[in-house]
């Protein structure tokens, strides 16, 4: 069973994503909250696999919510869902940490398949969301062993997991890695997976 918090200062919000989600035999919605301090307390406390974050509230914003609950949380996953799809929000929501972007015009299908999909440790992009990060900045020449190693963490695989796959050490993964990052001038997994998608490197999820 994977387990949901909603975050929106909308109560209408909440209860049209409790609606969409209590219907999925695998999803179950443990906590709602109004605002980001009270998403960082109510996470803190029911430990969610995924949070659906609203990005822009009255009190504390998403991104700053996402940042604290992933401090608190590591192991709870953030998808933002929001009307706002400009390039700032956007980029800011990802540098938080956040694992995917939605817009709240999102289908029911949309929002539940982005839900199992952060669960389990997947990147989650609206396609009208990647087409805006990054759109006019050259390609970066990874390497096919770079794109290979990108494609397999975009999946939610581990180092371990990706250094059986491609039968090499998890060191040499690592390695494959830090090289992404470099080239794409990002710091983590999330980050190097939505840099790749944005530039094409890699096909939309």
């Avoid at 409790?18 to 998403?39: F, H, K, N, Q, W």
């Amino acid at each position: 069973m994977i387990t949901v918090l909603l975050v929106d200062d909308h109560p209408v919000v909440r209860e049209g994503m409790l609606g969409m989600l209590s219907r999925e035999p695998d999803l179950t919605v443990i906590g709602e909250a109004a605002g980001g301090a009270e998403a960082v307390t109510v996470a803190s406390a029911l430990r969610p696999d995924v949070v659906l974050m609203d990005l822009r509230m009255p009190d504390i914003d998403g991104a700053t919510a996402t940042e604290q609950i992933l401090s608190a949380c590591p192991g709870t996953r953030v998808v933002i869902l929001t009307t706002y799809e400009t390039h700032a929000d956007i980029v800011r929501a990802v540098e938080a940490g956040a694992s995917g972007y939605l817009l709240k015009g999102s289908s029911r299908a949309e929002l539940t398949a982005a839900v199992r999909a952060a669960a389990r440790g997947e990147t989650v992009l609206a396609p009208s969301i990647v087409a805006r990060l990054h759109p006019h900045e050259p390609r970066v020449a990874l390497s096919a062993r770079e794109l290979e190693v990108l494609a397999h963490v975009a999946t939610g695989s581990t180092n371990a997991e990706i250094g059986r796959l491609l039968h090499i050490t998890e060191t040499t993964v690592k390695t494959h890695l830090q090289r992404a990052f470099a080239k794409l001038d990002v710091s983590d997994r999330t980050a190097a997976v939505t840099a790749a998608l944005a530039r094409g490197l890699l096909p939309a999820p």
